[in-house]
């Protein structure tokens, strides 16, 4: 029994983790072929991308003489390239529109939500994951200054909870569908960043709101699943699992440290920069362009195109961009003359260029009504100014070659690499605006296998951690969740200095033990959304007697009509009588902590409940009631209620005073609270049920 | 003071990671020289070690003039070898046994209890730190079948504590002193390892009970910092943290899948095996050895070396024997010749009888009382394993090059690399030994940097983890506080069906909130050492109003006569009264859950505190109490309340009924039932105060 619910969990981890695979190959070869179609076409067969059309033709990466360019002139190439970039952004942007509006924007703050106890109806359905699917490689190709990661950790999520709906112990269990969601999350990132640990770590340190090992290994296993699959697919056919994975033969050298510090400090303002003006351009959009979504993608597609065309970093594909500022200069790094001392103030200007415009393209492209990621449009623009950077110490150095700073390095070697500062530059901008760092180390570290970069990697992360903290700056997904209104529990803790008495709901509808019928209940369900209803003794007097969640009702009155007569006026129970007492074997494992005995069984085992219980004219549901629900006095301050939310996990808690239940709280009931409390901005999401 | 708080957690965890990484490059130095001192001597200078006093010969590592064997005659240098191990084994278990017991074993086991909340006096005091450091050089040396790994660990959390007891926040609050022993731990197997995020990752992994993002953070600052001061001591003079970092150059194929599934199942196997009988050694150890630890660990040392030296593996230094068995043939790697097909049968005898040879000398060795780790013999048990299935494999490939099997080999090229069996041999068994998955994959990683590995890697540990899973093994770090009895609460949950009430301890001290003078509270103090006391009403019902630690009471007892005039006979007061309220500002922000408002603040705030509020001839507490502690109904299952000491880590949960508080329960309390639940052996800890 234990074995096979083990087996199966493996089995349900490993199987979402194939299929994000599988899906993330399938993304990457259209990506490749969209992007490509904007500069010219194959004639050995539309279908091949550039790489693919000229794959028998090694080296110099222009002579390939089936590839053909739309046209010879400039201009007419750029025309071409500016009208594709409109179609495919007008194509994703309606398909959105039209079909999925979920399948918008990166998808990383709502899971975090969703994984921490939030439920957003159809958010990680089957259309939002085809929907997604399809438009991310057009968004991608027309040039917008997204990235595909974050929306890759929503499709990746879809099909966890695609997959897993198909066993009945995770369908009916939400505890068990935040796990699979968080293994999903990791495998999301794990396809694209090429980086299963990186994945692994990224569940931990961004997504989960409860960290338990059997999670983190689930992550494992999914990961692995998701990267083994996309390795074997082998979509770019260079045996890397992403464009821009590069090796480093050089070592550092200590005196490296300031420019590092330069690396760091530039990563914590460019977050705090993009934050800040992000939510300003997200709080223009909400007001001004809610009803243009479509409008507004093609407007940022064509400006994107037009303008970037003229500059080389950006004119390509950000991925592909990244594979050039990263490379070292022997072998093959030499794109566009990067490499040339004649050419360095060029580039430099060309660089600097690129940092800026990228930014601001950033701030107003993010958040779009288009899938779209802030991860690789950080990182580039974090390389771009490493390389500037890079290019500036070097030209120090060819200068000034006796220095004493550059005292250590052997003359005849080249001392300063380029490359390695943009690799690390992208390593703080990503860390800036993410907030995320042993994740950022790990995920550098696998697309180099640098073991020498591990210590500079980390010292920037410090820096950059260091002014972040300095600044007060959130991570974008936080701020983005605040933005939104949504139920999320932060997890620094604040001081309210209320007691939970204050925030509590007091009119909650409940169910006395005894005395209802089948009909009261099912009129009960018809009237409200509500999600579990406390269960108080039928005398009158309040006292507090279980809790009963509405899956839970809903399933027996499914199910018991299969098993015993049920009418109408059918009486109801929720408390076991003598007759029930040697039932008492019934009980299974607590699942969780705010869940009943019976909850989230296996439909066969809960079947047999129903069976074994069942007395005629009677309808029992005490095996699905908890008698110990999670419940805390009037007079608890509020702080100590958001910790036992965050950390035990329950969807309510109960405030019972003298044995009486006097209200209920939700992390919604919190949330109004504190948002009330810093701004009297209401939240779009007040009036739903949770 | 945000940012100076902040400031000073970051300087602190800094700090203690530079002393780590200091010590761990003087243990390193050390070490070497005392384990060559075994073979021979250095005519240049005693104080060299073989490789420095031939560091001017680079190549061939047997013709070095200065370096001199002890004998020609083989008889001689092994009887010299054997001498040296004893009188190594006897100094470093002697100095154990006379200066500091708790310096004996790994204390792995220990810390995550000191860490999950258990006191052990003195287990992190500068005489277990200074022995423990001493002694490791010596019983590595001494060619015992253990490892530096755990006890570096201890080290390292002896340093942390150490430094941060310079500082009153952390010595005044045992909640951030967890987190600095945390980050402490994250730096020992950082160094130990030269893998900065394997460190990070073990601290989650293993040592944490709950996971914070403040907490991981410090790790990494802690793990760097010791990382960076190790890399720039460079104690190897190799610019390698540890002597079997490795590099691969080739792919792996996919027919090699079978030999991973083969490694991972001896990796579990492995780990079942020795926990097994390792758990029967320490038995017998108790009942038998207690009062021989000395002629143990010379017996033990003796027989090793009488034994090891006629085996090459065994002979020499376990990290040095992994450098061997990890290392590619080409480019130096053909030590003894190990890659000669002709010898390939001899050492393939050689191999699996320095398997078999130490796992029975780890059975009998780990736990004996010196300083000893396992994580490095098992590695090193591992490799011996997996380079004799490898080259088992490559003559399989010689035997038969065109069998469909090796289809995929290109017959130029080396197709299979013994090397790599045997760096994975060693994920597996330290994953089979510890259950880490995530961690051994990082670290592992972090000794090669080879990205193509990683895959393999984890799917070796999957099935690892699979057979350890279906034998039910339990890491051995946990099945050693098992058996010692200490007071952890595991991470898995089980059901006993039973209230809180069946546990809980009904005979406790309280305090009533008024009446007591100042010579009573000194009285109560002295005859008892409980950690905290319970405040009731004092008119006799026994409600419930607060909750106050031992360890405020002492400290405003002593403080408060620098402000007030105290004799014994002032009364002492709880509850703030009404002249109070307007001092409702003092409150502060708490820190942790089951901590009161003004508890762990600094000393200068604390003697403000104290001078607010002092009126004459009162001494009030009410500052310290904490008004709103954890409690819950005795009907609550004991399921729930162990996830409350789990997930909120108070060190005490009160039982209130109707208000009334009847009983009180700590981790050793549930710990105490849930022993006798299942066996009726008596744990030696029971009688302590916790």
Same mark, same amino acid.
């Given at each position: 029994?234990?074995?096979?619910?083990?087996?199966?969990?493996?089995?349900?981890? !490993?199987?979402?983790?194939?299929?994000? $695979?599988?899906?993330?190959?399938?993304?990457?070869?259209?990506?490749?072929?969209?992007?490509?179609?904007?500069?010219?076409?194959?004639?050995?067969?539309?279908?091949?991308?550039?790489?693919?059309?000229?794959?028998?033709?090694?080296?110099?990466?222009?002579?390939?003489?089936?590839?053909?360019?739309?046209?010879?002139?400039?201009?007419?190439?750029?025309?071409?390239?500016?009208?594709?970039?409109?179609?495919?952004?007008?194509?994703?942007?309606?398909?959105?529109?039209?079909?999925?509006?979920?399948?918008?924007?990166?998808?990383?703050?709502?899971?975090?939500?969703?994984? !921490?106890?939030?439920?957003?109806?159809?958010?990680?359905?089957? $259309?939002?994951?085809?929907?997604?699917?399809?438009?991310?490689?057009?968004?991608?190709?027309?040039?917008?200054?997204?990235?595909?990661?974050? %929306?890759?950790?929503?499709?990746?999520?879809?099909?966890?909870?695609?997959?897993?709906?198909?066993?009945?112990?995770?369908?009916?269990?939400? $505890?068990?569908?935040?796990?699979?969601?968080?293994?999903?999350?990791?495998?999301?990132?794990?396809?694209?960043?090429?980086?299963?640990?990186?994945?692994?770590?990224?569940?931990?340190? @961004?997504?989960?709101?409860?960290?338990?090992?059997?999670?983190?290994?689930?992550?494992?296993?999914?990961?692995?699943?998701?990267?083994?699959?996309?390795?074997?697919?082998?979509?770019? &056919?260079?045996?890397?699992?992403?464009?821009?994975?590069?090796?480093?033969?050089?070592?550092?050298?200590?005196?490296?440290?300031?420019?590092?510090?330069?690396?760091?400090?530039?990563?914590?303002?460019?977050?705090?920069?993009?934050?800040?003006?992000?939510?300003?351009?997200?709080?223009?959009?909400?007001?001004?362009?809610?009803?243009?979504?479509?409008?507004?993608?093609?407007? =940022?597609?064509?400006?994107?195109?037009?303008?970037?065309?003229?500059?080389?970093?950006?004119?390509?594909?950000?991925?592909?961009? #990244?594979?050039?500022?990263? &490379?070292?200069?022997?072998?093959?790094?030499?794109?566009?003359?990067?490499?040339?001392?004649?050419?360095?103030?060029?580039?430099?200007?060309?660089?600097?260029?690129?940092?800026?415009?990228?930014?601001?393209?950033?701030?107003?492209?993010?958040?779009?009504?288009? %899938?779209? /990621?802030?991860?690789? +449009?950080?990182?580039?623009?974090?390389?771009?100014?490493?390389?500037?950077?890079?290019?500036?110490?070097?030209?120090?150095?060819?200068?000034?070659?006796?220095?004493?700073?550059?005292?250590?390095?052997?003359?005849?070697?080249?001392?300063?690499? %380029?490359?390695?500062?943009?690799?690390?530059?992208?390593?703080?901008?990503?860390? !800036?605006?993410? *907030?995320?760092?042993?994740?950022?180390?790990?995920? #550098?570290?696998?697309?180099?296998?640098?073991?020498?970069?591990?210590? %500079?990697?980390?010292?920037?992360?410090?820096?950059?951690?260091?002014?972040?903290?300095?600044?007060?700056?959130? !991570?974008?997904?936080?701020? #983005?969740?605040?933005?939104?209104?949504?139920?999320?529990?932060?997890?620094?803790?604040?001081?309210?200095?209320?007691?939970?008495?204050?925030?509590?709901? &007091?009119?909650?509808?409940?169910?006395?033990?005894?005395?209802?019928?089948? *009909?009261?209940?099912?009129? *009960?369900?018809?009237?409200?959304?509500?999600?579990?209803? +406390?269960?108080?003794?039928?005398?009158?007097? /309040?006292?507090?007697?279980?809790?009963?969640?509405?899956?839970?009702?809903?399933?027996?009155?499914?199910?018991?009509?299969?098993?015993?007569?049920?009418?109408?006026?059918?009486?109801?129970?929720?408390?076991?009588? @003598?007759?029930?007492?040697?039932?008492?074997?019934?009980?299974?494992?607590?699942?969780?902590?705010?869940?009943?005995?019976?909850?989230?069984?296996?439909?066969?085992?809960?079947?047999?409940?129903?069976?074994?219980?069942?007395?005629?004219?009677?309808?029992?549901?005490?095996?699905?009631?908890?008698?110990?629900?999670?419940?805390?006095?009037?007079?608890?301050?509020?702080?100590?209620?958001?910790?036992?939310?965050?950390?035990?996990?329950?969807?309510?808690? =109960?405030?019972?005073?003298?044995?009486?239940?006097? $209200?209920?709280?939700?992390?919604?009931?919190?949330?109004?609270?504190?948002?009330?409390?810093?701004?009297?901005?209401?939240?779009?999401?007040?009036?739903?049920?949770?």
């Amino acid at each position: 029994m234990r074995v096979a619910e083990a087996g199966q969990s493996w089995f349900v981890a !490993g199987l979402a983790g194939m299929c994000i $695979g599988i899906n993330a190959a399938l993304i990457s070869i259209i990506t490749a072929w969209l992007s490509d179609l904007k500069m010219g076409y194959c004639s050995d067969g539309w279908w091949l991308n550039r790489q693919f059309c000229c794959w028998e033709i090694e080296g110099d990466s222009d002579g390939c003489d089936s590839w053909h360019p739309w046209s010879p002139a400039w201009a007419v190439r750029w025309i071409v390239y500016t009208i594709f970039a409109s179609v495919f952004s007008f194509t994703a942007a309606h398909l959105v529109r039209s079909i999925a509006k979920y399948a918008a924007g990166s998808g990383i703050s709502e899971i975090k939500c969703i994984i !921490g106890g939030f439920t957003m109806k159809g958010y990680l359905g089957f $259309g939002t994951f085809f929907i997604k699917s399809m438009t991310l490689p057009l968004v991608i190709a027309s040039g917008l200054s997204v990235g595909k990661e974050g %929306p890759s950790v929503h499709v990746a999520c879809c099909i966890g909870n695609l997959v897993a709906s198909l066993f009945s112990r995770y369908s009916r269990s939400q $505890g068990k569908m935040r796990e699979i969601l968080t293994a999903s999350s990791a495998a999301g990132v794990a396809v694209a960043f090429g980086s299963p640990i990186g994945g692994v770590l990224f569940s931990i340190e @961004e997504m989960s709101s409860i960290f338990s090992i059997k999670t983190m290994w689930r992550s494992f296993v999914c990961a692995l699943m998701a990267t083994a699959t996309l390795s074997a697919m082998n979509p770019y &056919r260079s045996g890397k699992l992403v464009l821009f994975q590069v090796t480093y033969d050089r070592d550092w050298h200590f005196f490296e440290i300031i420019v590092f510090v330069i690396l760091g400090i530039f990563g914590g303002l460019y977050g705090a920069f993009v934050v800040k003006f992000n939510l300003q351009v997200a709080a223009f959009r909400r007001k001004y362009l809610g009803s243009f979504p479509v409008s507004e993608a093609v407007l =940022l597609a064509t400006i994107t195109a037009l303008v970037g065309w003229f500059n080389r970093f950006i004119r390509i594909d950000m991925t592909e961009s #990244m594979s050039i500022l990263f &490379r070292e200069c022997q072998g093959g790094g030499d794109y566009d003359n990067i490499c040339q001392t004649s050419e360095q103030w060029t580039m430099v200007n060309s660089l600097f260029l690129a940092t800026v415009l990228r930014i601001g393209l950033v701030i107003i492209s993010y958040g779009c009504k288009v %899938p779209a /990621g802030i991860f690789v +449009p950080s990182m580039a623009i974090g390389a771009t100014f490493g390389r500037m950077i890079g290019i500036m110490v070097k030209a120090l150095y060819r200068a000034y070659p006796r220095s004493s700073m550059f005292a250590v390095c052997q003359m005849d070697v080249q001392c300063i690499t %380029p490359g390695t500062y943009a690799f690390l530059g992208a390593a703080a901008a990503l860390s !800036g605006i993410m *907030r995320l760092t042993v994740t950022v180390v790990v995920i #550098m570290f696998e697309l180099t296998g640098a073991l020498t970069y591990i210590l %500079p990697t980390m010292i920037v992360l410090l820096v950059t951690k260091a002014v972040g903290d300095f600044l007060g700056t959130n !991570g974008i997904a936080d701020e #983005m969740i605040r933005f939104n209104g949504y139920p999320f529990l932060e997890r620094d803790d604040e001081s309210y200095n209320v007691p939970v008495s204050r925030v509590m709901k &007091r009119d909650i509808r409940t169910l006395p033990a005894s005395g209802l019928r089948v *009909r009261d209940i099912e009129d *009960r369900l018809a009237s409200t959304q509500i999600k579990g209803f +406390p269960i108080v003794s039928a005398d009158g007097t /309040g006292l507090l007697v279980g809790y009963i969640e509405r899956a839970d009702l809903r399933h027996i009155l499914d199910k018991a009509p299969h098993v015993q007569d049920i009418s109408p006026d059918t009486p109801c129970s929720f408390l076991p009588d @003598e007759g029930d007492q040697n039932h008492a074997s019934l009980r299974v494992d607590i699942p969780g902590i705010a869940a009943g005995p019976a909850v989230g069984v296996d439909d066969d085992i809960s079947m047999e409940i129903i069976e074994t219980i069942a007395i005629p004219n009677v309808l029992k549901f005490w095996p699905w009631v908890n008698r110990t629900p999670l419940t805390v006095a009037p007079q608890l301050p509020l702080e100590v209620v958001m910790q036992l939310f965050k950390r035990m996990g329950p969807r309510v808690i =109960l405030i019972e005073d003298h044995e009486v239940l006097s $209200g209920l709280v939700t992390v919604k009931d919190v949330l109004r609270f504190t948002v009330t409390e810093q701004s009297p901005a209401r939240s779009p999401w007040d009036e739903r049920e949770f």
